[in-house]
């Protein structure tokens, strides 16, 4: 039983990339109230669930109270986008590294679309400061954002430094919504 039926969408986008293997390590943005965060636990087997395959971590963030979660340590009250953030992350996950960052994180709508559609890409571009700290070279991203003016740009910054970006719709993302995710693979560490 997943609490939200976003479940559905991470679901179908990871059993057409098998994204998420048994032990890795998983970052979910914007993980309130946890249902990505669950299909990220089965799927890395961060809760041990089946012995005989390796264990994986799940690290889930929200600004909001996440209700705890068997295989997975949340960060609530956390800003995904604050440094100190970041730094907490590095002492959660094994080595400091993620395989994967999730982000299905959303700014509350005011309603006008292409404000609501630049505070998302501004939330997305920052999770290339995440990535630079804690994506381990080769790593995957999966983020949410709004379709609108700004979403080349996130594409072409996201593909500075990912071999491969593909733009993803859900079966599960309702048609007529503006919503899409980007689908990042094969990180490498901007060279400075
Ligand atoms: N994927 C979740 C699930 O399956 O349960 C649903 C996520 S919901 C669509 C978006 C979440 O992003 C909200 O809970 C919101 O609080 C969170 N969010 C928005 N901005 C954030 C930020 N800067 N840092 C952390 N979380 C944020």
Known sequence: NFRCRSAFKLLEMDD?????????SV??????????????VQRVNSAGTDPE??????VGIDLLNIP????????????VTDP????????????????????????NASGFREMDHEKLIMMC?????LAEKILQPGGSLICKYWDGSLAHKLQEKLSSVFGSVRT???NASRKDSAERYFF???YRKPVK
């Open 16 to 24: 057409k990339f098998r994204l998420l293997q048994p032990g890795q």
């Open 27 to 40: 970052v979910d943005c914007g993980a309130s109230p946890g249902a990505w965060s669950q299909v990220a």
């Open 53 to 58: 395959l390796p264990r994986g971590t799940v």
């Open 68 to 79: 705890p979660l068997d295989g997975a340590h949340f960060l609530p009250s956390h800003d």
């Open 84 to 107: 100190a953030t970041h730094a907490k992350l590095l002492d959660l996950l094994p080595n400091g590294q993620a395989h994967v960052i999730l982000s299905d994180m959303a700014p």
């Open 125 to 129: 571009l920052s999770l290339m400061d």
């Open 168 to 170: 993803l719709k859900p």
């Open 184 to 186: 990042a693979r094969m």
